[in-house]
């Protein structure tokens, strides 16, 4: 189905794939795909039978090529379409839709075919695990505009790479390739252009075929452990374990069997 002109969402066998679909300006960002993201997210909350997201790129020069400079210089604003009182507002508005990707009960898996640049990189950075094609282009480019990353680039890339590693990216705004950016944990996998999305889905399908009530509640622990002190995250990594617990004779069982094997 598409939300918009600008943001295709297709569902097969519980894994919704997300694609930016503007490939004649490399998936850049307008008001159309700003919007078609909140769209996509709103969806797959309302679709319980949805387990895993893939977000990617049309065609397969870019996930993302960033901001659309030249609707952004003929005036349009891609935050637009969201009421705001302040440029502060408008910003954190803007933020949230990306936000709602990392909030999303099941995980969500970008996978970079091609340039990630700017607000694309800060999509991919919004995501739980990346993969990248052989091809892949990564960088914050925001310094040489005016301006630093802001809808969330200089928190996650910290929290991903480093603190050492994100200031040197977002202080030059220089572009790494897939190699690199593997090398320093930005993306967890990388693969030749035709295998990517095939990589994706089968791992897209690994994690659906778990109980949903654990990767769901994996995903909420995780996201604690980044974003509290330690002793809070392991209390609510005791209660989500608790909360989610599945047959573990069952599980105990189903693994020694697969030992055998």
């Known amino acids: 189905m598409a ?3 600008a943001v295709l969402v297709k569902v097969q066998d519980k894994v919704a794939t997300i694609t930016l679909n503007r490939p004649e300006v490399r ?7 700003i919007e078609g993201l909140r769209q996509a997210a ?24 960033g901001l659309d400079l030249k609707a952004a210089m003929s005036g349009e604003d891609i935050l637009a379409t969201r009421a705001a009182r302040s440029e502060f507002e408008a910003l954190q508005m803007g933020g949230q839709i990306y936000a709602r990707f990392g909030t999303l009960p099941v995980p969500v898996i970008a996978a970079v075919n091609g340039y990630c640049l700017g607000v694309g990189m800060e999509l991919a950075l919004a995501c ?3 993969l990248a094609s ?23 890339l910290t929290k991903i790479v480093g603190a050492g590693k994100a200031k040197e990216l977002i202080f030059t705004g220089r572009r790494i390739d897939a190699a ?4 320093v944990g930005l993306v967890e996998h990388v693969y030749p252009p035709d295998k990517l999305m095939e990589e994706a889905r089968k791992l897209a399908q690994e994690i659906a075929s778990i109980a949903p009530a654990l990767i769901q509640g994996a995903k909420r622990v995780i996201n604690v452990a980044v974003s509290y002190p330690l002793d809070i995250g392991l209390n609510y990594e005791t209660i989500t374990a608790v909360a989610t617990r599945q047959d573990i004779k069952q599980g105990s069982a189903s693994l020694l069997e697969k030992s055998k094997s």
């Not at 998936?27 to 795909?33: Q, R, T, Y």
């Open 3 to 5: 939300v918009s002109k």
């Open 27 to 33: 998936n850049a960002v307008n008001v159309e795909l």
């Open 42 to 65: 709103e969806h797959v909350l309302a679709k319980p039978e949805i387990r895993v997201v893939i977000i990617t790129g049309a065609g397969d020069r870019a996930f993302c090529a």
């Open 128 to 130: 739980d695990i990346r």
């Open 134 to 156: 052989e091809t892949a282009v990564f960088s914050l480019p925001e310094v040489h505009m005016g301006t630093i990353p802001d809808f969330g680039g200089t928190q996650r």
């Open 180 to 183: 690199e950016a593997f090398r």
